[in-house]
């Protein structure tokens, strides 16, 4: 009981947001050309977002510290809203 009241609190009074951004982590090229990559997912907990797009990421996480993470190419990304 407790805990969906605590719940239901912290979905109106908070933000909270877990990130997860992949980035390139090995290239292989492959006997025919072709190239295969492999990824090394990060992820973060966010507080506030300030902007989310395949190439620039800028946020705050729950310690107050500010994330600014530019990549030339476009990235792939996951985020999940906790609260």
């Known amino acids: 009981m407790w805990n969906k009241i605590?719940?239901?609190?912290?979905?109106?009074i908070?933000?909270?947001?877990?990130?997860t951004i992949?980035?390139?982590?090995?290239v292989v090229e492959l006997p025919d050309g072709s190239k295969k990559a492999g990824f090394n997912p990060k992820t973060y907990k966010v507080g506030?977002?300030?902007k989310v797009?395949?190439?620039q990421f800028i946020f705050?996480?729950?310690?107050?510290?500010k994330h600014e993470i530019s990549v030339?190419?476009?990235v792939?990304?996951?985020l999940k809203k906790i609260y």
């Open 76 to 78: 792939g990304y996951d």
């Open 48 to 50: 506030v977002l300030k």
């Open 53 to 55: 797009s395949p190439t």
């Open 72 to 74: 030339v190419s476009p």
């Open 60 to 65: 705050i996480d729950l310690e107050g510290h």
């Open 6 to 12: 605590k719940h239901w609190w912290f979905t109106l």
């Open 14 to 19: 908070k933000e909270e947001y877990e990130l």
């Open 22 to 26: 992949y980035f390139p982590d090995t």
